[in-house]
């Protein structure tokens, strides 16, 4: 078997927060605190959780956008977390990001020609001026947007056309991952599906793999073909698209999928209603990271914290109980 | 006869680009206790039209015509201080965004008391009394505590369980409910969910939500008018229309959302995809206003709208093709 292409390690980001008068007290916020996947070629990994479960930092931090606490990113054999950023630039393009926002993430002042000739130019791809040309009509095409709106600026475009423009922009530079950061979110429905389609043709046409961050279930279901689950900084379950959506086995992935409102009117459901917020992740609790809302916890869970085990098919959950009683 | 009567809406925007018909003729109703849900995408009119029925508009460049029967009154025919005391008293509403729709100088207590005092004519200490009742009414705890807090002291789920107390404190007659939940995460949903159903259950509250979530819509709606480019283009109960949509718009948008659970029953496909996009509203729309984007659409379609006819029991729908049958889900 091939390597993995990207491969995480004991991930860890701590932000700093300084308090007092000249801020000398440091406090940090554990957004993710010992992440470990794998994503192998042409596959979609998404990751699920609610907000500030520590996702899109995991997101960021694989791209470099900021420098890690303590763990490992390696991209194809190679470790990318503390390369020099010579090495790093090269490996910059075979990772790309598509950003939830379309209003906020395309530069205003560029036209579209520019917006994606600027990762072509940037990394050297285009041997030309024809060939550049070329490259950036064929990505118009790609994305099923017409060649005319190269000349156009981002506001002259819908959100779903934004969207677009900004997966043919990641296009650009010939990745092998796109990391998707909640980037179907802010999409209305009918539109949403069109950009899932694309995605999906896309990842079928280039063997892209895909780390698709998301808080949407239905839409993760229907495109992934594993899924992560975060609460407060930690995976608590990672299994294949079947056994996560079939049998769940940790009662927040439980929880998570019970409470989605189903559109079918009439549908019995029984959704398993958690109680309270997510603690804070500056003082997350000991123990099991969600002891203080499972529905099932007893005295191990507040002392002891669960690792993430086995339980075949490929399928690793971290909770104390081997089954989970019925509700 | 029904406690809210709306006939033919229309709220115009004058843009510097030409007038935006943001609602262009809607008629709908609501019974007492009812829960109707507005559906559609962004831009559909359908959070202009709450906004309409509180008249909330800024008027220039809004304005608003038609006729909005509340309780046999005509809320556009009312004067500003008569409308005040209806705003917030017997006609209720919910937004989005709690953190943004609660004064963050304001104490959680204070806000709810002020209705209570201007509409009500509670002295303080009753007001304050009835606050707490409100706020474990919505279920949050140690409410004597909470009161005294600020919003920036509560989660999100805690500010939008304040909103609903702060909307219900005066026992309106309706609620508007401007999606309540989708700024909140599900499991915390899945909690705001279940207390309105509880609440509408207890209170009584005839309910106008607007979402573009169909999930929602099935959970709590009793009937579901669905809107399009400022226009109504069709209207059922929740089952029926879930069960045989009829406009091809609401088919479209039904088959655009993944069902959880699709995988394991194997019926995951191709997610319907609606072609094209919504067209501008500052231009005027001759014929069927979704023909631009209907794979069914034909020259028919193109010149003449089609108005709204019965399709089944109590099922309306805007389509010329809509009662042959000829429009396959």
Redo the contacts between chains.
């Keep these: 078997m091939s390597p993995p292409l990207l491969q995480v390690n004991d991930l860890k980001k701590h932000f700093p927060i300084n308090k007092g008068l000249f801020g000398q007290q440091t406090e940090w916020v554990y957004a993710v605190d010992g992440v470990s996947f794998e994503i192998a070629r042409g596959e979609t990994l998404s990751l699920v959780g609610e907000s500030g479960c520590g996702k899109s930092t995991v997101g960021r931090a694989i791209l470099r956008l900021f420098e890690i606490t303590a763990g490992q990113v390696i991209l194809d054999g190679q470790r990318i977390d503390d390369a020099h950023p010579s090495t790093m630039r090269q490996m910059r393009r075979r990772m790309q990001v598509v950003f939830q926002d379309p209003f906020s993430s395309l530069n205003p002042r560029m036209r579209v020609r520019d917006i994606l000739a600027e990762p072509i130019r940037n990394f050297g791809l285009a041997k030309s001026a024809e060939d550049l040309e070329v490259r950036v009509t064929t990505l118009m095409d790609t994305v099923r947007l017409p060649r005319e709106a190269l000349n156009r600026r981002p506001h002259e475009f819908s959100g779903g056309q934004r969207q677009r423009i900004g997966i043919a922009r990641a296009l650009a530079a010939e990745p092998e991952l796109i990391v998707c950061d909640e980037a179907v979110s802010a999409l209305d429905v009918s539109v949403k599906a069109q950009i899932v389609n694309l995605l999906q043709d896309l990842q079928q046409k280039f063997g892209l793999a895909l780390l698709f961050i998301s808080h949407d279930l239905a839409i993760v279901e229907h495109m992934t073909h594993r899924v992560a689950v975060m609460y407060l900084g930690k995976i608590v379950e990672v299994a294949p698209r079947r056994e996560i959506f079939a049998a769940p086995r940790h009662p927040y992935t439980k929880a998570l999928l019970s409470a989605v409102p189903l559109p079918e009117p009439g549908a019995q459901r029984n959704p398993i209603i958690l109680g309270g917020d997510v603690p804070s992740p500056i003082h997350p609790p000991n123990g099991c990271r969600f002891h203080t809302r499972c529905p099932f916890v007893f005295d191990r869970c507040r002392i002891d914290e669960p690792e993430l085990r086995s339980t075949g098919n490929g399928q690793w959950v971290a909770c104390h109980l081997e089954t989970l009683p019925q509700v | 006869m029904a406690l809210l009567e709306v006939e033919n809406l229309q709220t115009h925007f004058r843009t510097p680009s030409g007038i935006n018909r943001a609602v262009d003729g809607v008629s709908f109703h609501v019974n007492e206790g009812e829960t109707l849900a507005i559906v559609g995408?962004?831009g559909c009119g359908k959070s202009v039209t709450s906004m309409s029925l509180m008249r909330l508009v800024p008027e220039p460049p809004g304005k608003i015509a038609g006729a909005i029967r509340f309780a046999g009154r005509d809320l556009l025919q009312l004067s500003d201080r008569e409308m005040r005391a209806i705003r917030g008293n017997e006609i209720s509403m919910i937004f989005q965004e709690p953190m943004t729709s609660l004064n963050p100088v304001l104490t959680v207590g204070r806000q709810i008391r002020e209705t209570l005092m201007i509409h009500q004519g509670l002295d303080k200490q009753a007001a304050e009394a009835h606050a707490i009742e409100m706020l474990t009414l919505v279920g949050i705890p140690e409410p004597k505590r909470r009161v005294r807090e600020y919003p920036h002291q509560l989660?999100g789920?805690?500010r939008q369980r304040v909103m609903i107390a702060v909307a219900l404190a005066c026992n309106p007659k309706l609620l508007i409910a401007d999606e309540p939940t989708t700024a909140l995460?599900?499991?915390?949903?899945?909690?705001i969910?279940?207390l309105m159903l509880g609440l509408k259950r207890r209170v009584g509250a005839a309910i106008i939500l607007i979402t573009?979530?169909?999930?929602?819509?099935?959970?709590i709606?009793e009937r579901v008018m669905v809107m399009y480019a400022g226009r109504k283009v069709e209207e059922a109960p929740?089952?029926e229309l879930?069960r045989s949509p009829r406009h091809p718009y609401t088919q479209?948008?039904?088959?655009?959302?993944?069902?959880?659970?699709?995988?394991?029953a194997g019926t995951?496909t191709?997610?319907?995809?609606?072609?094209g996009?919504?067209p501008d509203l500052r231009k005027p729309i001759i014929g069927c206003v979704f023909a631009g984007r209907c794979a069914l659409a034909t020259d028919l379609c193109r010149q003449y709208a089609p108005g709204l006819e019965e399709k089944g029991p109590r099922h309306i729908a805007a389509c010329h093709y809509a009662a042959k049958g000829a429009v396959a889900a």
């Design positions: 995408e962004s989660s789920g805690m995460d599900v499991t915390i949903q899945a909690q969910l279940k573009h979530d169909l999930g929602v819509v099935a959970e709606a929740v089952a879930f479209g948008l039904l088959g655009a959302v993944p069902k959880l659970g699709s995988s394991l995951a191709r997610l319907a995809e609606i072609p996009q919504v």
